[in-house]
Each structure stands twice: as C-alpha cells, then as structure tokens.
C-alpha cells in the first residue's frame, strides 16, 4: 500500500504545477499596437509594495527604449510594483480615488508587473499597459 501512495503523489504533483504555470501572466512584447488590459484581484502575500499575488499580474518584454504608460483602476488604495530593469513601488493617495498613472519611456528588459492593495483585502482592479 505504501508503494501505491509514493506513485500517486508524483502525477498529483506534476498537475498542481501544470496549474499553477497556467496561472502566471502572459506575457506582452513591445512595440504594442494598442492598449493590453488585465483584470484580478489583489493578493494575500505581503511585500514590500503592499498585498500582492505570488505571480505578477503581467509580464512586459520591453525589446528597446519605449514609452509606456502602466494605469490601475481599483476600489480600496492600490499599489503597483514594476520590477525590471527600473524598480518602482507606486501607491496610489486618498486623491487619485483608486487610480494609478505612471508613464515613462521604460529601458530594454523584462517587467514583472504586480497590483495590490495596502490592505490585505483583495479588491478587483483593471492594469492597463497603454503605448503612448
């Protein structure tokens, strides 16, 4: 019995990882020819810029210097965390009402791209990623 349950665990296992990399972010490449829209929910896992998920919300591959502009529209106080070759942590104030703008000409590389929220409470939120 004991042999049937050590070969059980290597297919459970092998699924529970499928799933999960069928969960990670799709990745989006430059130059974008229109906007890349996004929608989830904050996480529970506790960073440096807020509450976040354990996989980024997207992935951008930035290919040479381009201007892009990343905006959140959530309820609560988003935050969104870019990691790549520029690392920023914006959070969002009582007068931006829920919203997050940062535009920039962003460098050749790979973004990771998280939204959370200050509070552990998983608000909904739309991440657009906007060629400008």
């Known amino acids: 019995m004991n042999k049937i349950n050590r070969w059980m665990v290597l297919p459970a ?3 529970a990882s499928l799933a999960t990399a069928a969960l990670a ?3 989006v490449r430059t130059p974008l020819s229109s906007p890349d829209r996004t929608s989830g929910s904050s996480g529970q896992v506790q960073s440096q810029c807020g509450f976040i998920t354990d996989a980024p919300s997207q992935v951008v591959v930035v290919d040479q210097p381009t201007p892009l502009r990343f905006k959140v529209q959530s309820q609560g106080q988003p935050t969104l965390w870019i990691r790549g ?3 920023r942590c914006i959070m969002a104030d009582d007068s931006a009402g829920g919203n997050i703008e ?3 000409v962003w ?3 790979t973004y990771s791209v998280y ?3 200050q509070v552990q ?3 909904p939120f739309t991440l657009s990623i906007i060629p400008e």
């Open 25 to 27: 972010a799709a990745e």
């Open 102 to 104: 940062v535009p920039g």
């Open 107 to 109: 460098a050749q590389g």
């Open 115 to 117: 939204v959370g929220n």
């Open 13 to 15: 296992a092998m699924l």
């Open 121 to 123: 409470s998983g608000q």
């Open 85 to 87: 070759p520029v690392d």
